[in-house]
């Protein structure tokens, strides 16, 4: 069973950029596929992106799109969410995840889950 850790967050300036690292212990990502999903104060959890280990093919969320960008790190075991062009309506806990269904843009599809690291971006 992989183990998910997040880490990155913080406190960062409307336009500003944010780096998020998921690192996996456990077992490695091998074929599952990598999502990242945001979580307001008294919003629903939603897809953010999501990253297929094997190839680097990746897909996201219309929100993010062109601003947010998912990669991975094979010699750290790592999946990174580089955050670009900040604004305060990102602000949200982040937590990345494994599925083995690729494009699943749901959290019920997903089947570990790390424990999340907060973003607020201010104004």
């Known amino acids: 069973q992989v183990q998910l850790v997040e880490s990155g967050g913080g406190l960062v300036q409307a336009g500003g950029s944010q780096r998020l690292s998921c690192a996996a212990s456990g077992r490695t990502f091998g074929s599952y596929n990598v999502g990242w999903f945001r979580q307001a104060p008294g919003k629903e959890r939603e897809f953010v992106g999501v990253?297929?280990?094997?190839?680097?093919?990746?897909a996201y969320a219309d929100s993010v799109k062109g601003r947010f960008t998912i990669s991975r790190d094979n010699a750290k075991i790592t999946v990174n969410l580089q955050m670009n062009n900040l604004k305060p309506e990102d602000t949200a806990v982040y937590y990345c995840?494994?599925?083995?269904?690729?494009?699943?843009?749901?959290?019920?599809?997903?089947?570990?889950w790390g424990r999340g690291t907060q973003v607020t971006v201010s104004s």
């Open positions: 990253i297929r280990w094997s190839n680097d093919i990746t």
């Open positions: 995840a494994v599925s083995n269904l690729w494009l699943a843009r749901t959290p019920d599809s997903y089947e570990h």
